[in-house]
T-cell receptor, first 115, second 115 residues
């Protein structure tokens, strides 16, 4: 299995620009999670989906952030407009729904730098 | 609600010495427990998990953890560390039969192995 695939691995852009992060979960997984990791705040859950439906987006910091999952094999996290404080590593993870004992599988992350 | 406390944010240790990374949790219901490891510039990987049965759980790379229900702890141990164990370690919990509830992560412990 290819694992969770995230793209791009690195993104550097100027503030005010739109940023789109992409994620392909493991085939057959029902849950998809978006996390943000910074030195100051650690690992934060932003939003998660179950069967392509957003379940909890209370971790999304502002309206500038939006996430979609148009189908079972693809999700995007968009920031518009971006700000320097959005600089972080963004992780996508997926897991099976069947039991809560199923571990989450993480992608390698997107390192985002907003100048 | 659940919470996870990792008591040490950083743990330096000499190569071939033993190490213990501490994790305590709070929950009003029974939980599953996990340890994840994050190597530099990578996503989180599952190290081990406790679901039920024996309270001593063995994971990959020679790590083990012991579940102590009375002390609500799930400390991670390794008898002899290697340079390659340098990484950040995250403890996480999820309640049994949680339905849509995602993992709750601790803030992480950075293990630095010194030659």
């Amino acid at each position: 299995d290819a694992g969770v695939i995230q793209s791009p691995r690195h993104e550097v852009t100027e503030m005010g620009q739109e940023v789109t992060l992409r994620c392909k979960p493991i085939s057959g997984h029902d849950y998809l999670f978006w996390y943000r990791q910074t030195m100051m705040r650690g690992l934060e859950l932003l939003i998660y989906f179950n069967n392509n439906v957003p379940i909890d987006d209370s971790g999304m910091p502002e309206d500038r952030f939006s996430a979609k999952m148009p189908n079972a094999s693809f999700s995007t996290l968009k920031i518009q407009p971006s700000e320097p404080r959005d600089s972080a590593v963004y992780f996508c993870a997926s897991s099976l729904m069947a039991d809560s004992n199923q571990p989450q599988h993480f992608g390698d992350g997107t390192r985002l730098s907003i100048l | 609600a659940q919470s996870v406390t990792q008591l040490d944010s950083q743990v330096p240790v000499f190569e071939e010495a033993p190490v213990e990374l501490r994790c305590n949790y709070s929950s009003s219901v029974s939980v599953y427990l996990f340890w994840y490891v994050q190597y530099p510039n990578q996503g989180l990987q599952l190290l081990l998990k406790y679901l039920s049965g024996s309270t001593l759980v063995k994971g990959i790379n020679g790590f083990e953890a012991e579940f102590n229900k009375s002390q609500t702890s799930f400390h991670l141990r390794k008898p002899s560390v290697h340079i390659s164990d340098t990484a950040e370690y995250f403890c996480a919990v999820i309640p049994l039969n949680s339905g849509n509830t995602p993992l709750v992560f601790g803030k992480g412990t950075r293990l630095s192995v010194i030659a």
